[in-house]
């Protein structure tokens, strides 16, 4: 390379450098400008929400009260947990998700193995069968589920949202779990399989520990689906002395204020339904975000 | 005689020695697999077939068992029809413009946040995505205050003050009538937008980095690298994206948080916010004597679903599969 340029460009090859750095600080202010416009019209709700649930009753209802409580009032957590009956709501709504914690990733993860790891006659037909159920619209099976469940004694216990789950809890589980398990090479199981270990033993002791990162994603999901969920509480419990979950109990109130609940006690309840949601994804971040990756399409 | 027997006895051991040797290869398959086998079976195929048959019933599903055929079917679009006009009409609406609106700006979110130019585009990522961990329930309470609607000015909620801000009058968003309360819900929807952001996000992530060097070796600018590589190369994913937010809007049912009553989630008017998902929530659960009307209504939905994604199939011929496929 021969470099001939002679003074008079070099400065005009400077100006032109200069000018596209200025540019691009423009550009730069530009989207930085917009990203934080847009994050505060995301999160202005969510910040309006913990504001209203730190104010008194009448902060709330006073039409000229400012918009940030006077003295943050944390009493009205302590009230929706006393009179609200979020107490009674968070032990069933747990109840319901420490058993689906155990009982998906088990029995999800045999599924799993039995397609990605076991050769048998009449595997890619169930897979098939899996995959099509997924576009099966709920609606379809709500009702006779329903009348089964109300015959076999089901209704207003919480076995509607814990029995189905030890079958595999979803085919959206199952599929990712056989995405992952496939990546597991398998070198590592045919060592066991020469020192004879059975099928049982090798999905134990070599394929579940490696399933980690997966199960961590599933388990996760578990959690956020039965905490928020209030469509299957609201058809399956909805006798008076039922076992309400956090969701059906804000649901009730929301639809049905009649005991007169005031709003930054109800507030009170929605930012703790909300933050554990989210102190779980700060937590779990990085492996929710890449568990979107494997459930999109590949390629 | 004798001679035959011995050979059908041969036959059966044979066909013995046959389904032995089935189980012999394949029972640890079919053992782990016994869980998916057992639940697809309870509770998803017999609750179809059981669907199947009360659809052809005028029935409450315990003692009144009145034979229809096909009636519920016809019900539709005879007695039911001017209430079905409706549901039907909200319904398409709403999927008409939740899906591109919301497809559009979530992927308009994550062109913005997938840039390499400043500094910090992953805490942004984070927090588009915060609204996302806010269970509906609680959304839907937030939403029906910060839309709330009175008639003294100084007690509306704080969009209906903004509103007033700009010179505009109050609106009584979900709870109004007319198109204007399904658009309420198009609002709320956006605010989760970053749910649908991730997913662009982990599209893009699978673009071959290869095809923007080479792009910037052509001297191509960031607008026409966007328009010439990053939209055609995540059109399998737009066009999955697009296939399950249609088969999901079909089947919304979140008005009921927003509308309650005998029954829920129809709109103030009892048909502002009356959709197909709630139609047949209502149909089956709040009215008893009309479950098997109920399950026809099911049926009549899965059979919409079906079409329009057959639709979406055979026009799908803009998606790009990459050369070799």
Known sequence: MTFTANSSELDRLEAQRKRARVKKRCLQAAIYALMIVIAAILLFPYLHMILK????????DSPYGSYFPKTPQFINYVTVFDTGGYAKGFIWTMIIILFNLVAVPFSATLIGYSFAKLKWKGRSAMFAIML?????PAAVTQLPLYIIFSKIGFLNTVLPFTVPNLFGGGAVYIFL????????PAELENAAKIDGANAFTRYMRIVLPLCKPVLVYVMVQVFLAYWGDYYGPLVYLTAADSPKTLALILYNFITDNSSGTKINVLMAGAVFMSVIPTILFGIFQRQLIEGVTMGGLKG | MNDTRTGSGRLLAKKKDGVRKFLKDNYTGWLFNMPLTVGLLVFTLIPVGYSLYISLWSTNCINIWQWRGFDNYIRMFTVDSREMGIVLL???????VSVPLGLVVSYMLAALVNNSMVKGVKVFRILYYLPCMIPAVASALLWSDLMRFTANPATQGILNKVLVLFGMSPSRWFAGEGPSAIASLFFINLWGAGGGMLLWLSAFKNIDKGLYEAADIEGAGRVKKFLLITIPMSTPMIFYNLIMSVIGSIQYTGTLMYSGGPL???GSDGQSLYMLGVKIYNTSFKIPAARGYAAALAWFMLAVIGAITAVLFKTSKWVFYGEEG
Not at chain 1, 177 to 184: L, S
Request: cysteine-free; charged content about 15%.
């Open chain 2, 264 to 266: 829920p989630g129809r």
């Open chain 2, 90 to 96: 909200n319904t398409f609406y709403y999927v008409v």
């Open chain 1, 53 to 60: 649930s730190l104010m008194t009753a009448e902060e709330v």
């Open chain 1, 177 to 184: 779990i056989v995405q992952f398990m496939r990546g597991i």
């Open chain 1, 132 to 136: 099509g159920t997924m576009m099966l």
